[in-house]
C-alpha cells in the first residue's frame, strides 16, 4: 500500500487528532528512516525522543522478536522474565550521583505512556497526602509545563489553549511561572497545609525546550520538603540519557526528587511508561489502589530491560552529552538562529522572525530530513542517542538550503490559505442570500450562524 492508499484509509477511519506530513515511512535503521518510495531521511526527531538507540537497534529487534516467539502477554497476576530486572536496573540508575542518604531501592510501577506515568505519580501523591495527615491534595505544576491529555495530566498541564475544550477538569492543581520561586513560595502560603506535590519537567519540552535554572529547582524541592510535599520530576521527554552526562536529567541539576516519571525512550520505541519512587513511598499504595493490564508486560519489559542495559553498559551519557554540545555549537553559528537552549541531545532552537518554523519542517522533509516545531518559531531537536557528528554536520550543512525552501513554502501555503478564505467567503455569500431567499428571517439567521460556525470548526 502506497502514501496516498494509506492517506485515504486513514482520512476517512481514524479521528483527526494529528496533521500528519504527506510521508508513509516503512523502514528504518539508525537514524535513517525510509518512506515508501525509497526516499532516505535523517531522523531529527526521533519518535518524538522515544527512540533513543534509533531505529530497529539489532539488540532491541531481537529482544523483541525472541520475546513475541516465547509470551507476549500473561497479565500482572503473575511472575514474569525482565520485569524484576528491568526494576532493579532502574533503581541503580536513579541512585548514580544521589546523595547516599537517599541511596535505596527505587520501587516501580510500570505502565504504558507518559500520561500514564504522571497519572500514577499524581494518585501517589494524593494518596500520600492524606497518609500524612495534609488538609488538601494541591499539585502545583508550572506554566506551559506538559504532562499528558487523559484528564488528570491535562489539569496538571498548565496551557489554557489545550484545557478549555475539555472543563470540567479535575480539580487541585495550582499554577506558577517558571524559574519563580517567590511564586512558588506563595503558591505554599496560599495553600497551607494542602500542597502533596510539586510537578515540574526540569526541561519543559513541547513548550519549547525551556529548562529550570538549577538553582530554582535545587531551592524548589527544599520548599517542597520544608511543607510536607513531595517533588515529582516529570522525565518522561528528559529521561533515559537524552539530557547527557547521567541516566537521568535531576542528576545533572543536582537534586534527588521523590517521584520520577519516565516513558518516551525507555524502551526505544515501545509503548512503556514507568512511575519511580524512593523507598519510602512505595507503600503508599496497597494492592487494588492502582492497576494496569498491560503495564510491565512482557514485550515492553524485553525492549525496556535491553535498551537501558545497552544505553547504560555503552558510555551513551558522555556521548550525548558530547553530541548535544557539538550540535548546540553548530546551531548557534547560524545567523537565522537566533536562540539554543538544552541539555544534552534535547535542544531547542529559536529562529529569526522572518522564518516560520512549520515551513522549516516541511522544507526539511523535502530535503531529506525529519525535524520538529514545537511553535511558529520555535525547532525541537530529539534526535536519536546514537546521533554522531556525520549526521549533524549533514543536517548543519542542509540548514541555509532548507530555511531558504521554507520561506518559498510559506508564500506558496499562505497564497493557498488566501484563495481558499476567498473561495469559502464567496460560498458563504451565495448560501447566504439562498437561504435569505428560501426562509423567514429568524430561521435566516439560524442557518447561517450554524453554517458560520461549522466552516470555521472545519478550518481550524
Ligand atoms: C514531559 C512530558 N510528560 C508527559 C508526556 C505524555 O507522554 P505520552 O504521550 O507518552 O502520554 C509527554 C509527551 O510528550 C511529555 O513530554
Not at 520538603?225 to 513531595?230: I, K, T
Request: hydrophobic share 40%; net charge negative.
Amino acid at each position: 500500500m502506497g502514501l496516498e492508499e494509506a492517506k485515504k484509509l486513514e482520512e476517512h477511519y481514524l479521528m483527526h487528532t494529528f496533521a500528519r506530513k504527506d510521508v508513509m515511512l516503512v523502514e528504518g535503521s539508525g537514524m535513517e528512516v525510509k518512506d515508501d518510495t525509497g526516499k532516505t531521511y535523517l531522523d531529527f526527531i526521533g519518535g518524538i525522543g522515544a527512540d533513543s538507540l534509533g531505529h530497529c537497534h539489532p539488540a532491541v529487534s531481537s529482544a523483541i522478536a525472541a520475546q513475541a516467539e516465547s509470551l507476549i502477554h500473561v497479565g500482572n497476576y503473575y511472575y514474569i522474565e525482565n520485569r524484576g530486572e528491568t526494576a532493579k536496573l532502574i533503581s541503580d540508575l536513579m541512585n548514580q550521583c544521589v546523595p547516599r542518604f537517599f541511596r535505596a531501592p527505587w520501587k516501580t510501577f510500570f505502565c504504558n505512556s507518559g500520561a500514564e506515568a504522571n497519572e500514577c505519580a499524581i494518585k501517589l501523591a494524593r494518596l500520600y497526602g492524606k497518609k500524612v495527615g495534609l488538609t488538601g491534595n494541591t499539585i502545583i505544576t508550572l506554566d506551559r509545563s506538559f504532562h499528558g491529555r487523559t484528564l488528570a495530566t491535562l489539569a496538571a498541564t498548565a496551557q489554557p489553549a489545550k484545557q478549555e475544550a475539555f472543563q470540567p477538569l479535575p480539580d487541585g492543581f495550582v499554577h506558577v511561572p517558571i524559574n519563580d520561586l517567590g511564586a512558588l513560595q506563595r503558591a505554599f502560603l496560599e495553600n497551607p497545609g494542602s500542597v502533596c506535590a510539586v510537578m515540574v519537567e526540569p526541561i519543559q519540552g513541547e513548550a519549547g525546550v525551556y529548562p529550570c535554572d538549577e538553582e530554582y529547582i535545587f531551592e524548589a524541592v527544599k520548599l517542597a520538603r520544608r511543607n510536607s510535599a513531595l517533588f515529582i520530576c516529570d522525565e518522561v521527554q528528559t529521561g533515559v540519557y537524552r539530557c547527557g552526562e547521567n541516566p537521568f536529567c535531576f542528576q545533572n541539576l543536582g537534586i534527588t526528587p521523590d517521584i520520577v516519571t519516565l516513558a518516551k525512550g525507555i524502551a526505544s520505541g515501545f509503548p512503556m511508561g514507568a512511575c519511580v519512587v524512593r523507598e519510602e513511598l512505595s507503600d503508599t499504595f496497597g494492592p487494588g489502589d492502582h492497576g494496569s493490564t498491560f503495564g510491565g508486560s512482557n514485550l515492553a519489559m524485553a525492549a525496556a530491560y535491553t535498551t537501558l542495559l545497552t544505553l547504560s553498559k555503552g558510555h551513551y551519557g558522555e556521548s550525548v552529552q558530547e553530541m548535544g554540545d557539538y550540535f548546540t555549537e553548530k546551531l548557534a553559528t547560524l545567523p537565522e538562529i537566533t536562540e539554543v537552549r538544552g541539555m544534552g541531545l534535547m535542544i531547542g532552537a529559536d529562529l529569526e522572525e522572518s522564518l516560520h518554523a512549520p515551513s522549516v519542517v516541511d522544507a526539511g522533509l523535502e530535503a531529506g530530513f525529519l525535524l520538529n516545531a514545537t511553535g511558529p518559531s520555535t525547532l525541537r531537536f530529539l534526535p536519536p542517542l546514537i546521533c554522531t557528528e556525520k549526521e549533524i554536520n549533514k543536517l548543519i550543512a542542509a540548514l541555509p538550503g532548507i530555511f531558504e525552501q521554507s520561506r518559498i513554502l510559506k508564500e506558496q501555503a499562505d497564497a493557498a490559505a488566501a484563495q481558499k478564505a476567498e473561495e469559502e467567503a464567496k460560498q458563504l455569500e451565495e448560501t447566504q442570500e439562498r437561504i435569505a431567499q428560501d426562509y423567514d428571517e429568524e430561521t435566516a439567521k439560524e442557518f447561517s450562524k450554524a453554517l458560520l460556525d461549522s466552516m470555521n470548526k472545519s478550518n481550524e
